[in-house]
């Protein structure tokens, strides 16, 4: 099958060797995704629903750019640092999901790579072909 990365050209891709997305063959997988910009600064500190807004739009670019759309997504996997911020977490999910329902799960973690970020998000999406 036919491999294809997907890079938002972020420096630390190349640093750590990982892509934003790979799509093989009808399937998209999204590597863990933060509230961090172009320009490396963190997006809404402080703010988890804001920041589960934000990554949602950065998994749902990275999937479109591989030919996907958010309804093929299959799975969820959130990292929050702060469990007692599910119900922000949750409502800003709810919003890109609501009637597609993904497998989901929200763990909460000791830290991400900065203090300033309140959640990571992976993806995985099955395109219908």
């Given amino acids: 099958m036919k491999r294809v990365n997907y890079s938002t050209g972020a420096p ?12 093989v063959g009808n399937c998209i ?3 863990g995704t933060t509230a961090v910009g172009e ?9 988890s629903y804001q920041q589960t807004k934000f990554i949602l739009e950065k998994i749902q670019k990275s999937i479109e750019s591989l030919g996907g ?10 990292y929050v640092v702060n469990i007692e911020d599910w119900e922000q977490i949750g409502r800003a999910h709810g919003e890109f999901f609501r009637d597609i329902r993904p497998a989901a799960t929200m763990v909460e973690v000791k830290g991400l790579i900065s203090p300033l970020l309140l959640i990571e998000i992976e993806a995985e999406a099955i395109l219908s072909e």
């Fill in 12 to 23: 630390w891709e190349s640093i750590v060797g990982y892509s934003r997305a790979v799509r």
């Fill in 29 to 31: 997988h999204v590597a």
């Fill in 39 to 47: 320009n490396g600064e963190v997006i809404s500190a402080g703010d």
């Fill in 69 to 78: 759309r958010m309804e093929d997504v299959v799975r969820t996997r959130m």
